[in-house]
């Protein structure tokens, strides 16, 4: 198949430039996350903040719940575009099918609201009535999130990942920042809530004024929806069954902590997870962007596959190993540091163990888009669906065994058992064989390294003294895997990157300085 010259995916250094936007546009937020969780919590008080990652777990959870219209619109959009068609009909089809479906997710959670708070959840009786107030709130957006998916997957289809970030950089962090807006007047969650209601709404506008804009728009007679709706649901039927499936095993941790354990284990739990689960924003960021880079590249043949596959997870090891090694030895220092010395004792251990189990997860995730790629999005969703029963039931043994230390452990254990599988599947789809024992070489010296550097590291008994002790290896650690996991040819590219885009910094700043 011949692509138009015109393709976004083949213009030259996009991709390297818009992976690392999503790493802008996904870090900077977690910056504010650091800064405002503990005064949110102090704010709130543990339960409350309990019951408040409970809802920004509802939230996700629906972003994902799109039935796959979200990647099946990146995908067949991408594909128009390659062939020069019109955007409109598959744009239109799918922003109407997934508010339809937004519809009656938000009715599900209206529905079973009273259920889900009173009975499911042990939530603090004096905190029942809001909490009801919050998720009856909450139901009103779960159209406009998904409607928000369809228009964003146009842009990224189109390799516009700029614009994606500046509406969702300042849309992640209010979802931060929102609280510490409302808690000098009150301190109930349904305000919390109502702003982040408006907040959702609004980058659904934005996202769909841009997706639609330059298209021409054709009269409702001239729109195949039937076929449009055909194709995008077709594809991402067994998306569908997969985006059901994963965020159970991602979520249902904390439900099963609230249900056995208290609603300020949940608090205990989530942060050290959500502070890891940030780490991921390097792959997601880089799958985002690689996914209709593999889709046209696995129409082009193998060379290039087999060269974009390499060269994704080289750089995911390169700058994941790093932090995960800072994370492994600074886990305590940092929690007492920043939540104080009760949560580092709840915390450390479970923010360990989601560090390696995040380290797994993301390679992992290359795997899982170059499936997707090729055409077979069934797998992912078969392999959720054996997954799902043997889980659940390890998380529900280790929950009341270890307490929220078995509940990270399960997950552990999880991501490993997915890793192997989308790494086996992945390498029998494709058309091409790899040699991996040169980088498993590799990586496993670098990894026996970091773990006699942690039987240092438990010698050191101030948190300075750690930390230091933790930046030092990481940076260590940053240079072996420079030297010895990416190439001399990505090395450059990197650094010429940089240079790039530190000129273009101080370009802006000096014309900037100028008009002043």
Same mark, same amino acid.
């Given at each position: 198949m011949n692509l138009s010259s015109s393709s976004s995916v083949q213009k030259k250094g996009i991709l390297a430039r818009n992976t690392f936007i999503n790493l802008a546009g996904k870090g900077l937020p977690l910056l504010f996350a650091v800064i405002a969780i503990p005064f949110v919590i102090k704010g709130l008080g543990t %339960?409350?903040?309990?019951?408040?990652?409970i809802i920004w777990t509802v939230i996700g959870y629906f972003g994902l719940f799109d039935m796959g219209l979200g990647r099946a619109t990146t995908k067949f959009v991408?594909?128009?575009?390659?062939?020069?068609?019109?955007?409109?009909?598959?744009?239109?089809?799918? +922003?109407?099918?997934?508010?339809? &479906?937004?519809?009656?997710?938000? *009715?599900?959670?209206?529905?079973?609201?009273?259920?889900?708070? #009173?009975?499911l959840l042990n939530t603090p009786s004096q905190l029942v009535s809001?909490?009801?107030?919050?998720?009856? !709130?909450?139901?009103?957006?779960?159209?406009?999130?998904?409607?928000?998916?369809?228009?964003?997957?146009?842009?990224?289809?189109?390799? $516009? &990942?700029?614009?994606?970030?500046?509406? #969702?950089?300042?849309?992640?962090?209010?979802?931060?920042?929102?609280?510490?807006?409302? !808690?000098?007047?009150?301190?109930?969650?349904?305000?919390?809530?109502? !702003?982040?209601? +408006?907040? $959702?709404?609004?980058? /659904?506008?934005?996202?769909?004024y841009f997706s639609l804009r330059g298209q021409h728009l054709l009269?409702?007679?001239?729109?195949? /929806?039937? #076929?449009?709706? #055909?194709?995008?649901?077709?594809?991402?039927?067994?998306?569908?069954?997969?985006?059901?499936?994963?965020?159970?095993?991602?979520?249902? %941790?904390?439900?099963?902590? *609230?249900?056995?354990?208290?609603?300020?284990?949940?608090?205990?739990?989530?942060?050290?997870?959500?502070?890891?689960?940030?780490? *991921? +924003?390097?792959? *997601?960021?880089f799958m985002g962007v690689m996914f209709p880079a593999f889709s046209v590249y696995f129409l082009q043949g193998e060379e290039k596959l087999a060269a974009a596959y390499k060269k994704?997870?080289?750089?995911?090891?390169?700058?994941?190993?790093?932090?995960?090694?800072?994370?492994? &030895?600074?886990?305590?220092?940092?929690?007492?540091?920043?939540?104080?010395?009760?949560?580092?004792?709840?915390?450390?251990?479970?923010l360990q163990i989601l560090a390696v189990g995040i380290f797994i997860n993301s390679v992992a995730r290359i795997s899982g888009t170059l499936i997707q790629a090729a055409g077979r999005p069934d797998v992912r969703a078969k392999l959720h669906l054996i997954e799902l029963p043997v889980y659940l039931a390890l998380l529900w043994y280790l929950t009341h065994w270890l307490g929220i230390n078995g509940v990270a452990l399960a997950w552990l254990i999880r991501v490993f058992v997915d890793w192997l599988l989308l790494f086996y599947v992945g390498n029998r789809?494709?058309?091409?064989?790899? %040699?991996?024992?040169?980088?498993?070489?590799?990586?496993?010296? +670098?990894? !026996?390294?970091?773990?006699?550097?942690?039987i240092i590291a438990r010698q050191i008994n101030s948190d300075i003294g750690t930390l230091g002790y933790a930046i030092a290896c990481g940076l260590v650690v940053l240079y072996a895997t420079w030297r010895y996991i990416l190439q001399e040819t990505e090395q450059q590219k990197l650094i010429s990157l940089v240079l790039e885009m530190r000129s273009k910094v101080i370009s802006g700043v000096s014309e900037t300085g100028g008009r002043d």
């Open positions: %339960d409350r903040f309990g019951v408040l990652t991408a594909d128009q575009e390659a062939r020069g068609e019109p955007l409109a009909p598959v744009i239109i089809t799918s +922003i109407l099918l997934l508010m339809g &479906f937004g519809l009656a997710g938000g *009715g599900l959670i209206y529905g079973l609201t009273p259920y889900l708070v #009173k009975h809001e909490t009801v107030q919050s998720f009856y !709130l909450l139901s009103v957006s779960i159209p406009v999130v998904l409607g928000a998916v369809g228009a964003r997957g146009v842009l990224q289809a189109q390799q $516009r &990942f700029g614009l994606v970030n500046a509406v #969702k950089i300042p849309a992640s962090i209010i979802n931060y920042v929102s609280p510490l807006l409302i !808690l000098p007047f009150t301190h109930h969650l349904q305000y919390i809530v109502l !702003l982040l209601v +408006i907040e $959702r709404a609004i980058s /659904f506008v934005v996202y769909l009269a409702l007679s001239g729109y195949s /929806f039937w #076929k449009w709706s #055909k194709n995008l649901l077709g594809f991402g039927l067994w998306l569908a069954l997969s985006n059901v499936v994963s965020p159970i095993m991602v979520y249902m %941790d904390r439900f099963i902590i *609230g249900t056995i354990l208290t609603m300020s284990a949940v608090a205990y739990y989530t942060t050290p997870y959500e502070v890891i689960n940030r780490i *991921g +924003i390097i792959s *997601g960021s994704s997870v080289r750089y995911v090891l390169f700058i994941i190993i790093p932090i995960v090694t800072f994370l492994l &030895f600074a886990a305590h220092p940092l929690l007492h540091l920043w939540l104080g010395e009760k949560f580092a004792l709840q915390s450390t251990t479970v789809l494709t058309f091409f064989t790899i %040699d991996w024992m040169p980088m498993l070489r590799k990586v496993s010296i +670098i990894v !026996l390294s970091v773990c006699a550097g942690m």
